[in-house]
């Protein structure tokens, strides 16, 4: 106990000496990130008022009134001309679950799916019908073009009018080879929403994903849950009939079943799919398939401001934080049917308030234009920070960073802060130098596998490019240490993520670690609004080439 109070003492003095020798301008600023402040943001939006804050319902009209009033009172322009909220249209997409039907046949067998337990389907066209006959069915390994892996599984392939199968995750997980894409951990390249978008720059009629347990990162279940309700998806102007007409996932039996029709050996195959060299076999069979979805085209808001920089006013760092959660559940038998999202995101949007109050109060202003930016339709797929990237009211090529917050530490002070995608840019190198002057360390995000880096908005701007850092909470906690930090992060997913259990406890939370982890978040994004540099992906970085393109 007396070693953890020195730590504790030891930590604090070399925060004070920090303040007060090297930074003494910004402690002003540093000052306004506080417990009491961000006590009183997430109280409101995470309180029941706000109704769980869904896109394009009453829970929205009060989430953006709110943000627009802090927005004002920190002092922030409009960041969208007089407006600070950026409109987005969305389309709601629902498959009638028992209008398909979906067969596959070979010379001798007929295979028909039954929707949930072998198959779930969708489209993402606004199109009332989908019908497809006789589809030749090719099956393409993990999905992938990636060139900077030297790898494409398209390779010679014409798929036109044809059914693509492919796994899901990357020749790297499945092998565990180092040599092979990010070994164990998930690259992009393995991340279903990405095998979808290959299908249909790709020109194939479907694309149907083999769910493996493992590979995904989650049971059957949670496909089943996704897959058979309605969807969110921004609305393009061509009906996004670009994509695939229709987007599927099976089951792995489903999967060794169509393997077997075609006279082949599922695990032989799979595993071959895994190594350098594999190349797509034509499968003996077809795939006719039809169902009816409906729609609803509706709108929601991202919530943007600008603190104009004092002489780089035209070049930006973005801080992002989602406001959207998942509102109200209709059929809940019993208790709470508000999912609050206290945690995930209140404390991620009280977060960049907060931050915003310190930019403001600083006695020099900063040299470049920081922006503040909470998207709407994080939960529904990156929606909101997806349409910003593709419509931005900045230039991205004068964005030198984006910081994001989504879900931040409620557990007490850490040693250790997460960094997702750790090593990718360089990005890390300022968020390293303010980590160790405070005395901490950083980690890379817990579960790479699981492709975790891929599920928040920081992601919709690396995609195009833009380098981008997400923060997360550590787990080595300075009272109770690391394997307590790991185990309450666990126990708090199981038990409160995406449930209306998700509430704000002032009483149980400590805001502590919270109040430290920001400080940190701020002064990073000084020391970058203090440069004219624009940091880049590192070399061998996907992102990479998208962000040379728009600096030439
Ligand atoms: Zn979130």
Redesign the pocket.
Same mark, same amino acid.
């Given at each position: 106990m007396r070693n953890q109070i020195f730590v504790v003492f030891l930590i604090s003095s070399l925060l004070l000496v920090r303040c007060s020798n090297s930074k003494k301008e910004v402690q002003t600023a540093l000052d306004k990130i506080n417990a009491d402040g961000l006590k009183e943001k997430i109280s409101i939006l995470a309180s029941d008022d706000f109704k769980g804050r869904a896109p394009s319902t009453l829970g929205e009209e009060r989430t953006i009134k709110y943000l627009e009033e802090q927005f004002k009172k920190i002092g922030l322009q409009p960041g969208n001309g007089n407006s600070y909220l950026q409109e987005i249209p969305f389309v709601k997409i629902t498959t009638e679950l028992n209008s398909i039907a979906a067969v596959i046949k070979s010379k001798n067998e007929t295979l028909n799916l039954s929707v949930p337990k072998d198959f779930v389907v969708g489209t993402t066209r606004v199109v009332d019908n989908t019908s497809l006959k006789n589809s030749e069915m090719i099956f393409a390994g993990y999905g992938i073009v990636a060139p900077e892996y030297n790898w494409n599984d398209y390779a010679g392939l014409n798929v036109k009018g044809k059914t693509v199968v492919v796994l899901v995750n990357d020749p790297g997980f499945a092998t565990g080879d180092k040599n092979l894409f990010n070994g164990k951990a998930m690259t992009y390249y393995g991340r279903w929403t990405y095998k979808f978008e290959e299908a249909a720059r790709q020109g194939a009629a479907g694309l149907i994903i083999i769910h493996e347990t493992d590979a995904a990162g989650y049971p059957w279940s949670v496909v089943e849950n996704s897959w058979t309700g309605t969807r969110f998806y921004l609305e393009t102007p061509d009906k996004n009939m670009s994509n695939c007409e229709f987007n599927g996932w099976v089951t792995t039996e489903t999967a060794q079943k169509i393997f077997e029709m075609s006279g082949l050996d599922y695990k032989k195959e799979i595993a071959s799919a895994a190594q350098r060299g594999f190349k797509p076999i034509i499968l003996s069979s077809n795939m006719s398939i039809s169902f009816k979805s409906k729609f609803a085209y509706t709108k929601s808001n991202n919530v943007i401001g600008v603190l104009p920089g004092k002489e780089l006013a035209d070049e930006y760092i973005i801080y992002s934080a /989602?406001w959207d /959660?998942f509102g109200v559940r209709p059929n809940t038998a019993q208790g709470d049917s508000i999912l609050n999202?206290a945690l995930?995101?209140a404390t991620?949007v009280a977060g960049i308030l907060q931050v915003a109050e310190a930019f403001a109060a600083l006695p020099q202003p900063q040299k470049r234009s920081i922006i503040f930016l909470s998207v709407t339709g994080?939960?529904a797929g990156l929606l909101g920070s997806d349409y910003y990237a593709k419509h931005p009211l900045f230039p991205l090529n004068k964005t030198a960073a984006v910081i994001n917050l989504?879900?931040l530490n409620i557990f007490g002070k850490t040693k250790d802060i997460t960094l997702a995608g750790y090593k990718d840019s360089g990005l890390d190198d300022y968020a390293e130098k303010v980590i160790k002057e405070y005395g901490r360390y950083v980690v890379p995000e817990p579960t790479p596998e699981k492709g975790t880096y891929f599920r928040?908005d920081h992601f919709s701007f690396a995609k195009v490019g833009v380098p981008s850092l997400y923060f997360g909470s550590g787990m080595d906690n300075i009272e109770h240490g690391k394997q307590w930090g790991l185990d309450q992060s666990a126990k708090w997913l199981r038990e409160n993520y995406h449930k209306p259990s998700d509430e704000y406890k002032p009483d149980i939370w400590k805001f502590d670690g919270m109040v430290d982890d920001l400080k940190i978040i701020f002064e990073v994004g000084y020391d970058l609004s203090m440069t004219n540099k624009f940091p880049n992906w590192l070399e061998g970085s996907p992102y990479k080439a998208n962000r040379d393109a728009m600096m030439k």
């Open positions: /989602h /959660h999202g995930d995101n991620g994080e939960e989504d879900a928040s």
